[in-house]
């Protein structure tokens, strides 16, 4: 008879083909498995898959207006053409996201290849619609269509020391590039709202 392998109560056990382990312990029988148990096994399977290629963006998050930081960088890293036109059409797009949707971007940074900010927003807000939003605002400023590589990083922090520790890091970008001796020196950098965690 051939030899198999059969995974008996979660052990490897080689076997004859057709016949059951020597030991009792091991023999198993066929069942199904629970619907609750099966659902979470699919679940977790699904899961892998999609971490293994790239997470699924969470729709709602429950928590009051969440402070999110946001990362978005160019397509292949390719310097931004003009800073100053893309500081002005970000600002531009968070004056009109404060009037018309109730949308706070606090601080920011735009460095040569990459922005970073700050934002919240209301009980409806969504994230990634935002985002698009001003990665379009800013190519059509920019006439440069397709100038953002697709997608963004984002982060939900949860407390006035985060907030205050990845902004100190943030706006050191500039200084660790080499593109300015202080971080107050970089002009491509500001807060449009105050945005107060308490």
């Not at 008879?1 to 995974?7: C, F, H, L, T, V």
């Not at 619907?35 to 999609?50: C, G, N």
């Not at 390719?78 to 949707?101: C, T, V």
Request: with cysteine; glycine share 6%.
């Amino acid at each position: 008879m051939e030899a198999i392998e059969r995974d008996c109560g979660g052990r490897r056990v080689a076997c004859e083909r057709n016949e059951l382990p020597a030991d009792p312990s091991l023999h198993t029988q066929p069942t199904r498995l629970p619907r609750q148990e099966f659902a979470a096994l699919t679940a977790a399977s699904t899961v892998r898959k999609m971490i293994k290629d790239r997470p699924r963006r969470l729709d709602l998050i429950y928590v009051n207006q969440p402070l999110y930081f946001v990362t978005f960088t160019t397509r292949n890293r390719k310097p931004i053409p003009s800073l100053e036109i893309a500081r002005l059409a970000l600002q531009r797009y968070a004056r009109d996201g404060i009037e018309k949707f109730n949308v706070a971007l606090g601080r920011y940074v735009i460095m040569p290849d990459h922005v970073h900010l700050f934002v919240r927003g209301g009980r409806i807000f969504r994230l990634s619609p935002w985002v698009g939003g001003l990665k379009r605002a800013m190519s059509v400023a920019l006439k440069s269509p397709k100038r953002w590589q697709p997608g963004f990083f984002d982060h939900i922090l949860r407390s006035d020391e985060s907030y205050a520790e990845k902004w100190n890091y943030v706006r050191d970008n500039p200084v660790r590039a080499g593109l300015v001796k202080g971080a107050d020196d970089w002009l491509y950098q500001g807060e449009i709202v105050v945005i107060d965690r308490a």
